[in-house]
Structure formats: structure tokens, C-alpha cells
């Protein structure tokens, strides 16, 4: 009730469908934006539908928030100044170093 009281709005950000005979599988990532907050969570979803009745059932949904939001991000490798050192582009971009003054530890 609490979650509803925030009032999400979801964006799937990811999708993978798998389908079958009579049935469909939907798995993927999506990520709620809080209306009432302005927070945002990232979650892994699946949905397992079925065709029953002439018409598409939910028959499984499940939902879980994306582990990062209780771990948190994995930590950068420490950097070490070093004169005269050459830095990769990727490594000025990625970890914010400049050029001749920096290594991966």
C-alpha cells in the first residue's frame, strides 16, 4: 500500500519475450519514477502469460528492486598520481583523470 501511495509510474527499460505455444514470457528491467517523491527505482520483473478463455491471463508476475539500491554501486579501483604516466581516453572519461598525471593503481 505504501508503494501505491507514492504514486509510481513505470518505464520498462529493458525487455526480453520469450513465446510459446499458448503462452508468453516477458522478463526485463524497469524503473519506477515516485510522482509524489521524484525518487526512482530500478526493478527486475518477469510476467508468464497464458492463453486461456480466448483471451491472455496473467498466470506469474514477479518483482524485485534492483540489488544495487541496498549495495550500492561496485567501487572505482583506486588511482595513484604518477609524473609522466600515459592515460588511456577511456580512463580521462571513465574515472575523471588527466593526461600525464595518473594510473590505475
Same mark, same amino acid.
Given at each position: 500500500?505504501?508503494?501505491l501511495?507514492k504514486?509510481?509510474q513505470g518505464e520498462i527499460l529493458?525487455?526480453?519475450? !520469450? ?10 528491467i524497469y524503473?519506477f !519514477? ?6 526512482k ?5 518477469s510476467?508468464?502469460?497464458?492463453w486461456?478463455?480466448n483471451?491472455?491471463k496473467?498466470?506469474h508476475?514477479?518483482?524485485s528492486?534492483?540489488p544495487e ?5 561496485a ?9 609522466g604516466?600515459?592515460? !588511456? ?7 575523471g583523470v588527466?593526461?600525464?598525471?595518473a594510473?590505475l593503481?
Open positions: 500500500v505504501s508503494f501511495q504514486k509510481p529493458e525487455s526480453n519475450v !520469450t513465446i510459446g505455444h499458448n503462452w508468453c514470457q516477458d522478463a526485463g524503473e !519514477t515516485m510522482g509524489a517523491t521524484g525518487d527505482v530500478k526493478g527486475r520483473y510476467f508468464v502469460y497464458v486461456e478463455d483471451q491472455w496473467i498466470s508476475h514477479h518483482s528492486v534492483m539500491a541496498f549495495l550500492g554501486s567501487p572505482k579501483p583506486e588511482i595513484k598520481r604518477v609524473e604516466a600515459k592515460v !588511456t581516453a577511456a580512463q580521462k572519461t571513465f574515472f588527466s593526461e600525464d598525471t594510473v593503481a
